[in-house]
């Protein structure tokens, strides 16, 4: 499992929760793909219009491939979302430390 986790600066944050969120417009055009797991949105609470976005993939093939095939609809979503924040960073494509350690001999 990988995840893609970015931060915002927002400018709307009921716009930019509708967008981003767990069921939000991303979350639905992601669903389509296989080896999406979900996403998490999570609001900073010690800065006010600060996020994190979760992406979840089975992969980062799965995640590549997914990007690949959508290119054009993915780069129109990025298009028709980005007034909903001032500034995105993606932090990285991170793994868990704690995947099933059955296979470690």
Do not use: C, K
Request: charge should be negative.
């Amino acid at each position: 499992m990988i995840a893609l986790v970015f931060s915002y600066d927002v400018r709307d944050a009921g716009a930019f929760e509708r967008a981003y969120g767990p069921n939000g417009d991303w979350a639905r055009f992601f669903r389509s793909g296989r080896g999406y797991i979900g996403t998490e949105l999570l609001r900073d609470v010690e800065t006010p219009g600060r996020y994190l976005v979760v992406d979840r993939w089975e992969s980062a093939e799965a995640y590549n491939a997914f990007a690949s095939d959508h290119r054009e609809e993915y780069m129109r979503r990025v298009d028709d979302t980005r007034f909903h924040y001032d500034q995105e960073l993606r932090l990285g494509t991170f793994v868990s430390v704690w995947e099933d350690d059955s296979t470690e001999g």
